[in-house]
């Protein structure tokens, strides 16, 4: 068996990895490079193998990163099956479709081609085909994949692919314990290759229970100053998790105030996919809301067209917006930084990873001096942060995950920029004696 990594290597976007086994191409996760525009410029580039070739892909999640260049895939010749769970084909379709559309505004205000139409996304979605977690099926012969739940995100998987006396265990990105919304990712215990993400590689969580604590702190500064609070979202899992914690604090305070407002086509569509697949959720949540009212929607106004984002700069203080995108980078969030950060009774909330390059990761790192729309504004807002929100396990739950794969021989570390690559590799090496490697672009590796 052959692995050839083709991204998110000594970085965090862009996970495809190619696996060569039994006559067969296998490629797990066909990600968006995101973040700079020199690496968005790499979405471009074509593919290190002829797109036909391929026989398989594996998405194991839907977030963009994991899924961004199928389309791409499909438009050069790609015509084979594509192993996903159920949920991750429905979010996979809402993500690609809204990525589309971005692309193409983009494309008119810059002048430079979409990578993809949306016949190339019909065209990918039609080869999807369904798998359960913990189901193990022959997908060529001599080629046998399972998948785990990953607790990242609804439908995520972990991706077991066995072939030539191999068993390769590939995390994609591995949810951050204990998670509100799923159950805990599922052990690996008999791989003797792991394939592990390093977002969070060296740092440590801050405790999931300050999370409501904070939030109601944050929310009630808001209702004090009379101001406005922005929360830039990710559509999928960061967003529910936030309903599900308002709907937890406003049944405690009453929640006359403020007005929250969800200004997110894309978050409103996921969290009708949410409520379709409860089997997909935690037993804990599941429990505890038979009525299956998870997120409290019935408290939160919806911002549908362009026309009611914007008239959202009249509604009365204090107020609450939760727009994408998660990382300021595009998306209705824009608009209301541009007419809300320079006020300093404002807050702005980051609640997930922001990488490189982002708008978002300037403003977190502290830039006062921002351009939105080639508009320059001066952020005076408060700039608050809440890290157990984050999707992703951190080093000491890695370290756990990883302690199951007793007989692993090595472990390739993706998905992470170096630094917390290198802090991970030190810690595995001291604390489970373990060989590991922090593939390059383009790096091949023979397993036997
Ligand atoms: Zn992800």
Redesign the pocket.
């Known amino acids: 068996m052959r692995l050839t990594f083709f991204g998110a290597t000594r970085e965090v976007t862009g996970s495809s990895i190619l696996i060569e086994a039994a006559n067969r191409k296998i490629l797990l996760d066909c990600g968006l490079f995101q973040g700079t525009k020199s690496s968005e410029e790499r979405n471009y580039a074509p593919f290190s193998f002829r797109a036909a070739d391929i026989d398989f892909v594996v998405i194991c999640?839907a977030?963009l990163?994991?899924t961004g260049r199928l389309p791409k895939l499909a438009r050069e010749g790609f015509r084979g099956k594509v192993f996903a769970t159920a949920p991750t084909r429905e979010l996979t379709q809402l993500v690609l479709e809204d990525s589309e559309k971005l692309m193409e505004e983009k494309a008119e205000r810059e002048n430079i081609p979409p990578l993809y139409e949306l016949e190339d996304v019909a065209r990918i979605l039609e080869l999807f085909e369904a798998l359960a977690y913990e189901e193990t099926i022959e997908i060529s012969p001599g080629i046998k994949l399972t998948l785990k739940n990953a607790g990242?995100?609804l439908g995520?998987a972990i991706a077991i692919v066995e072939s030539e006396g191999v068993r390769v265990a590939y995390s994609?990105?591995l949810g951050n314990v204990p998670s509100l919304l799923l159950n805990p990712p599922a052990h690996v215990d008999n791989a003797d290759y792991v394939i592990c993400e390093s977002t969070y590689g060296g740092r440590v969580h801050e405790d999931i229970k300050l999370r409501k604590l904070k939030l109601a702190e944050v929310i009630n500064n808001t209702i004090a100053q009379n101001g406005i609070l922005m929360i830039p979202s990710f559509a999928i899992e960061r967003t529910q998790e936030l309903l599900h914690d308002i709907e937890d604090f406003c049944s405690i305070s009453g929640c006359e105030r403020p007005t929250f407002y969800l200004d997110s086509p894309l978050a409103q569509k996921v969290t009708a996919v949410f409520g379709k697949y409860p089997e997909y959720l935690s037993e804990t949540l599941r429990k505890n809301h038979k009525n299956k009212n998870f997120f409290g929607l019935e408290r939160i106004h919806f911002a549908n067209t362009v026309e009611e984002s914007k008239q959202l700069e009249f509604a009365p203080n204090p107020k609450v917006i939760i727009a994408g995108s998660g990382m300021m980078n595009g998306g209705r969030i824009l608009h209301h930084l541009l007419n809300f950060a320079g006020d300093g009774k404002n807050s702005i909330l980051i609640l997930g990873y922001q990488a490189q390059g982002t708008l978002g990761r300037k403003i977190f790192e502290g830039n006062r001096e921002i351009k939105i729309y080639g508009k320059k504004i001066i952020v005076n807002a408060q700039i608050k942060s809440i890290g157990s929100y984050s999707?992703h396990a951190d080093m000491p739950q890695l370290i756990d995950w990883l302690s199951y794969s007793k007989n692993v021989k090595t472990i390739f570390l993706t998905h992470g920029e170096v630094d917390q690559q290198l802090t991970l590799s030190s810690k595995i090496k001291s604390e489970l004696g373990k060989q590991v490697v922090i593939p390059q672009m383009g790096e091949s590796h023979d397993l036997y």
């Open positions: 999640h977030h990163d994991h990242h995100i995520s994609s990105d999707a």
